[in-house]
């Protein structure tokens, strides 16, 4: 009753300054009817989450393992990391305890990054915007689906639910777009 953590996310090709990010704690407030003047922030974090389909090395040597955003634990069309890396550590404790090499297994099917790699593209290329895509996402599949997609954990009956709430036009064009790169790229090897 006395404290909150109050996030702020914005999908964008530039990085958000002080100003921006003041600017829309003043708009959630506003929301919200909180007066800002009768509040005292006492800690301000600020990151950035790379929203990308490239690859992460998560095993750079014999020694090294990365976890989280550097061992690909960050869904690449959400920027959602935290279950996924909690899944990497399990993983690597138990095969430690196991006297087993500390690899943790791919933190998302591959379908999942399948259709991140489509969602990235709908969204970078302006066929649909971030608020529509995420809005319909939430507004048409139960909470618990949603969450579950987000930590990769989703059946492919729930993901072919999941694909059928976006837009259907956009999205067909950014999958036809995805399968034209890649076999550009394997054409190219």
């Known amino acids: 009753d006395r404290f909150a953590l109050v996030e702020y996310t ?15 704690l003043r708009g959630y407030a506003d929301l919200l009817g909180l007066d800002l003047t009768a509040l005292r922030v006492r800690e301000v ?11 992460f090395e998560s095993r750079p040597s014999p020694r090294v393992v990365r ?31 196991a006297g087993r090499p ?3 297994a ?3 099917p591959g379908r999942h990054l399948w259709m991140d790699a489509v969602a990235l593209r709908a969204l970078d290329r302006g066929h649909v915007g ?33 694909m059928r709430s ?3 036009l956009p999205m067909t064009g950014a999958v036809l777009g995805d399968a034209a790169g890649r076999l550009r790229a394997r054409l190219r090897r």
């Open 10 to 24: 914005e999908f964008g090709p530039e990085l958000l300054d002080d100003a921006g990010y003041d600017a829309a």
């Open 45 to 55: 974090e600020d990151g950035v989450i790379p929203m990308t389909d490239g690859p």
């Open 67 to 97: 976890l989280g955003t550097a061992g690909g634990a960050t869904r690449p069309s959400t920027g959602f990391t935290f279950s996924a890396m909690l899944r990497q550590a399990g993983q690597v404790a138990r095969a430690l305890a």
């Open 102 to 104: 500390p690899v943790p």
């Open 106 to 108: 791919p933190a998302y």
């Open 130 to 162: 971030g608020v529509e895509f995420f809005e319909r996402l939430f507004d048409r599949n139960p909470p618990e689906r949603v969450l579950r997609f987000l930590d990769g954990v989703t059946s492919p009956a729930e993901d072919l639910a999941v």
């Open 166 to 168: 976006s837009p259907l």
